[in-house]
């Protein structure tokens, strides 16, 4: 089916694992974003792609790794996790233009031990 | 960066009752999103609207930018309009700055 996954949908680990959460969407948008979602904070932006290859930091990008070397996955790797890092993740797309809105995945929730 | 205020913070509402939401933005922007997270945590973007009034259904929104805020108004609300409402403005085409949100739930 055509539009935007994420995968794990539910994930517990254990502090000082790495992790990685996939994104892949099938309608080729050009921008692709991670976000995480806290109490209190809304959510903010962590990493964001504008194509392949094309990656750069948002707000809080501390102890998360990304990739692009497809234009559909957009993975996002925590390298050593930590509780403080224990959130819903959302992963976003949206295609190049103006007037152009970002589409969301279902998130992930992720529990750190 | 962008300092979003989103008002009122939780606001309840009776099935059919018409509300109005607010998000005040601190910058100059070029793209303000509103999105709807029902209470299965999904997100639904709603409106993509930098400038001017959009309608959608019961659902429509203005943004002023020279004054910097925007309206979500919900008209004849109904259950399934529960949920958080999200503002997210931008300076840029892209990077979105959300509010902290406006919990909105809807009685019988």
């Known amino acids: 089916d055509a539009g935007i996954t994420q995968s794990p949908r539910y994930k517990i680990t254990e502090t000082g694992r790495q992790v990685t959460l996939m994104c892949h969407q099938t309608w080729s948008h050009s921008y692709m974003f991670w976000y995480r979602q806290d109490l209190g904070h809304g959510l903010r932006l962590i990493y964001y792609s504008a194509a392949a290859d094309i990656t750069d930091k948002g707000e809080v990008p501390d102890g998360y790794v990304v990739s692009r070397s497809k234009t559909e996955n957009f993975p996002l790797t925590l390298e050593s996790a930590t509780r403080s890092q224990t959130s819903v993740y959302f992963c976003a797309s949206s295609d190049l233009g103006r007037y152009q809105p970002q589409h969301f995945g279902d998130g992930t929730r992720l529990s750190i031990l | 960066g962008i300092q979003v205020e989103q008002s009122p913070p939780d606001l309840i509402l009776q099935e059919g009752a018409n509300s109005t939401l607010r998000c005040n933005f601190s910058d100059s922007v070029n793209n303000l999103q509103w999105f709807h997270q029902n209470p299965w945590g999904q997100l639904i973007n709603l409106f993509y609207?930098?400038?001017g009034t959009k309608q959608n259904g019961r659902l429509s929104a203005t943004t002023v930018a020279t004054e910097r805020y925007s309206l979500l108004y919900i008209s004849s609300s109904q259950t399934t309009d529960s949920g958080v409402y999200f503002c997210a403005p931008s300076g840029t085409a892209s990077k979105l700055t959300f509010g902290t949100g406006t919990r909105l739930q809807v009685t019988l």
């Open positions: 609207i930098p400038s």
